[in-house]
């Protein structure tokens, strides 16, 4: 797997992307934060969507068991399966 930062002005259309295309998809959800460290929040949990309110300035990942929110995110990075 390959491991990305995506720039701000990809964010909404490769949510939207990844939405329509790997919904269902199986996912793992890692959050970062100084005060917590790495933490694992999913693992494995099937994709209901992403939404980027740019409005809002969020982004919300919808899964089987967990609805996450981030406000305000300063950088997303992904790992993506070639091919896929």
């Known amino acids: 797997m390959a491991s990305r930062k995506?720039?701000?002005?990809?964010w909404k259309d490769y949510f939207d992307s990844i939405s329509k295309k790997q919904k269902?998809?199986?996912?793992?959800?890692?959050?970062?934060?100084?005060?917590?460290?790495d933490q694992l929040e999913i693992r494995w949990q099937p994709l209901r969507g992403l939404t980027l309110d740019t409005r809002e300035d969020s982004l919300a990942i919808l899964t089987e068991d967990l609805d996450?929110?981030?406000?305000?995110?300063?950088?997303?990075?992904?790992?993506?399966?070639?091919?896929v």
Do not use: R
């Open 24 to 37: 269902s998809a199986l996912i793992n959800l890692e959050v970062i934060g100084p005060d917590i460290g």
């Open 68 to 83: 996450h929110s981030i406000s305000h995110p300063k950088a997303i990075f992904v790992e993506e399966q070639a091919g």
């Open 6 to 10: 995506l720039e701000k002005t990809e």
